[in-house]
């Protein structure tokens, strides 16, 4: 079964006016880590419900680069993913269970960070504190969160996504910390990094996650035919070698070559309602043909 291209004008999405919506708030918090020896904002979240059910606990949703989700003046371009906007959407609609959102911030060391391996270019050896970097997202971030915050802190209740190079950190949180995330969504993933360093990595990804690819058909040398992209024979690729692990798309693999996407945040913004289905929907044949 493959993901189904839900268009935001779909009759269903526009039964509530805008102005009608619930609405969930941001708030800010800082958080310092010991592994990567800096500190940077965490943007979160927080449903409509969190405030008007205070005995509830709520599902969260991890995500990188998270100074682009939210607001333009910071996002990467002037626009973000618009994160908020599509939750209140699929929340009023009940498309999704109420959860939490934590955007993590980049920073000037984000391809270090979000790579787990050095790979050697002209210019010389970059990447490679993607250990420390999941450390600090798994063990501080986390742990934050579900100190400060009504979290489902179960494995099943977890969920990480990034695009990009965050799409590969995401593939490498699933491959070493299934314990901690159920649900692992791959956005435009860079499975080209080191050699495609990943792909090979999926001889070991362990079973019984919930996964999510994606990949613009347009990404890359936008002259260049789909059966010719390396963008997507990456991913294609990559959805192989899951396979052989024992994922079965429909089951518990979502893939998608999303026709005419490009590579930026105003794209995946507007795919962003897929995966939030997938992951936390209520009536995912939505999206699953």
């Known amino acids: 079964m493959r993901v189904k291209k839900l268009s935001l004008k779909n009759k269903i ?140 802190r179960d494995q099943r209740h977890t969920a990480v996504m990034g695009s990009s190079l965050g799409g590969l950190i995401s593939f490498y949180l699933g491959l070493y910390y299934p314990h901690v995330y159920g649900n692992i969504g791959m956005v435009s993933p860079s499975f080209w990094w080191d050699n495609r360093r990943a792909i090979k990595d999926a001889r070991q990804f362990p079973p019984h996650l919930q996964l999510w690819l994606d990949m613009g058909t347009r990404e890359g040398d936008e002259r260049t035919k789909v059966e010719h992209n390396e963008n997507i024979l990456n991913l294609r690729a990559m959805k192989i070698a899951l396979e052989n692990r024992g994922y079965r798309e429909g089951v518990d693999l979502a893939y998608l070559e999303d026709r005419g996407g490009r590579h930026n945040e105003w794209h995946w913004g507007q795919r962003l309602h897929l995966p939030l289905i997938y992951f936390f929907g209520k009536r995912k044949n939505l999206i699953m043909s």
Do not use: C
Request: charged letters at 25%; glycine letters at 8%.
């Open 13 to 152: 999405l526009n039964q509530v006016p805008p102005f009608r919506y619930l609405r969930g708030r941001i708030t800010r918090l800082p958080v310092h880590s010991h592994y990567l020896h800096n500190s940077r904002m965490l943007d979160i979240y927080l449903p409509p419900a969190y405030d008007r059910e205070p005995n509830r606990h709520f599902p969260v949703l991890y995500m990188h680069d998270g100074n682009n989700l939210f607001f333009p003046e910071i996002a990467f371009g002037g626009m973000p993913w618009h994160v908020d906007r599509m939750l209140n959407r699929l929340i009023s609609h009940k498309l999704v269970e109420e959860l939490i959102v934590v955007g993590v911030y980049n920073t000037p060391g984000r391809d270090s960070e979000y790579t787990w391996t050095r790979m050697h270019t002209r210019w010389g050896s970059e990447g490679g504190q993607g250990e420390r970097y999941a450390r600090f997202l798994s063990e501080e971030v986390k742990g934050l969160i579900d100190h400060n915050f009504r979290t489902l």
